[in-house]
């Protein structure tokens, strides 16, 4: 039998062939020998007693570890899947496990990876450090990864860190793909065209109502007022729609840097601004209309002045609200920039718990009770004007239908808006996982609906329509 000494130095024979290899290829979970004897007499003898160890691999999943164990230095696949893992070594994985070639973490609490970690694994083939809340990534952090196949992350974003891998998921997160900030063609068009019916349909109701004369002028005040809110989330759509145009065909370069712009803060703040102040100028239009339907003989009716002080403090606090997650990043982190859209509905459990506080705060919160006002309003009105229509049935039995066509529009919309909403948030708490698509319905899809609607179910479905004489503008202007 042939001994070491035949075989040159860091080479060692495959048992009784004169064949030698190095010493890397003795005992790393391939048989490079003919015989295969350079795996024979190979165990792996350091490994937690909590882990299942089998061959070359070990298997840590679900063992509430948090760091990573000492193990052989001649593992070649180690699994920590589900565990509570909040941090790496901040040297190199390669000099205690130099001949690690599969590497699972998800589903761990890391939020940073330093740049030194991975540095020289160059045996790597698969490493998957999904659903962890990882907030940076170094731009060469993965360049050492020679052979690395497969790499599996969060956010897909973080995929643009990697070019040299030939396996990157995720590709999309539902609202943006590697190639475009809005992820398909029927999305990309449907961006412009609610943002142009959002736009034309509120700026034709504020020239409107600034050119015919109302006999209600605070009434028409907020109705303009909340037209400007509305049209605001139609300027956040105009802005997507063109980003995506810049950035088409190489978003995933520009991904990480758009979330983290100034111009994805602002167009995120714009659209909190519109959403917020729109829901609290519904809320307060309906409860002024609930308190002249429901009391008609209190001495209670708001003037101009009075309108314009709370139509003034509800764009203030709407201001406020948009605008706090802008001036403490330690609290709120990159508050709008969790999605390509800029929305901050926060429906996974971000990293900075005060973002996911406020958010729920706001959705769960504000919303939810403005929404709950206005359903128990319009059902205390409807239900006022049916009693008092049983008295002259035949006379108000036409207004009454209106009332009611009206109460049904104004809540099913409002309900289509908010209850998914409200739905999904509840289930981001429960720690139940959203589809990344749905994210982009809720955005691009439902959000918009309110902005869109309300021009017309507070204006052409009034009585208001009824007074509509283009030609009384001109008449006062020529004798004037």
């Given amino acids: 039998m042939p001994g070491s000494d035949v075989c040159p130095l860091g080479q060692f024979p495959c048992g009784n062939l004169s064949v030698c290899l190095p010493q890397l290829q003795h005992c790393n979970g391939h048989y490079d020998c003919p015989n295969g ?95 962890n809340p990882l907030t940076y990534i170094y731009e060469n952090q993965f ?44 999305l990309r068009v449907f961006v412009w065209v609610m943002a142009f019916i959002i736009c034309f349909g509120n700026v034709f109701v504020i020239c409107l109502r600034s050119c015919i004369a109302s006999e209600n002028e605070p009434h028409t005040m ?41 111009s994805c803060q602002l167009i995120g703040s714009l659209a909190m601004l519109s959403t917020e102040v729109s829901v609290m100028m519904l809320m307060y239009m309906t409860v002024e209309k609930y308190l002249r339907i429901v009391f008609p003989f209190q001495q209670y009716r708001a003037g101009r002045r009075q309108t314009l002080c709370s ?15 802008l001036w403490d990043h330690q609290t709120f982190g990159n508050f709008y920039g ?12 971000v990293e900075k718990p005060g973002a996911l506080c406020y958010s729920t705060g706001i959705f769960l919160g504000l ?18 004007v049916q009693k008092t229509a049983r008295s002259a049935r035949q006379v108000a039995f036409n207004h009454e239908v209106s009332v009611a066509k009206r109460f049904f529009f104004i809540v099913f919309t409002d309900a289509v808006c908010w ?48 007074r509509i004489k283009v030609c009384q503008c001109f008449r006062c202007r020529a004798d004037n």
């Fill in 37 to 131: 004897a350079d795996e024979d007499d190979c165990v792996l003898d350091v490994y937690p007693d909590v882990c299942l160890c089998k061959g070359w691999k070990i298997n840590c999943n679900s063992k509430n570890l948090q760091q990573v164990p000492a193990v052989s230095s001649n593992v070649t696949a180690l699994s920590l899947l589900n565990n509570s893992l909040e941090q790496l070594p901040k040297t190199s994985l390669c000099i205690e496990m130099p001949r690690l070639n599969w590497l699972a973490l998800r589903k761990n609490r890391i939020r940073a990876v330093e740049d030194g970690t991975f540095s020289s694994m160059h045996q790597l083939i698969d490493l998957n450090i999904s659903n």
């Fill in 338 to 349: 969790r999605n390509g859209v800029c929305f901050p509905l926060h429906f996974e459990q």
């Fill in 143 to 186: 360049d050492s990864f020679v052979n690395l196949q497969s790499l599996y992350f969060k956010r897909f974003e973080y995929c643009g860190y990697s070019p040299n891998v030939r396996r990157c998921k995720p590709n999309t997160n539902g609202i943006s793909s590697f190639e475009n900030l809005l992820a398909n063609i029927v």
């Fill in 367 to 384: 919303n939810l009770l403005a929404f709950v006002m206005i359903v128990f309003s319009y059902s205390s009105m409807f239900y006022s």
């Fill in 222 to 262: 907020a109705i303009k007022s909340l037209c400007c809110a509305d049209c605001l989330m139609g300027v956040c759509l105009f802005f997507i729609g063109a980003f995506d145009i810049k950035y088409c065909g190489e978003y995933n370069r520009h991904a990480h840097i758009w979330m983290e712009s100034l």
């Fill in 311 to 325: 139509l003034a403090s509800i764009w203030a606090l709407g201001f406020v609200l948009a605008a706090a997650p």
């Fill in 419 to 466: 209850m998914p909403i409200f739905l999904l948030k509840i289930l981001s708490l429960l720690r139940v996982p959203i589809a990344g698509t749905l994210v982009l319905w809720v955005v691009v899809f439902i959000l918009p609906i309110n902005s869109t609607l309300n021009p017309i179910l507070y204006t052409v479905t009034t009585t208001f329509q009824q």
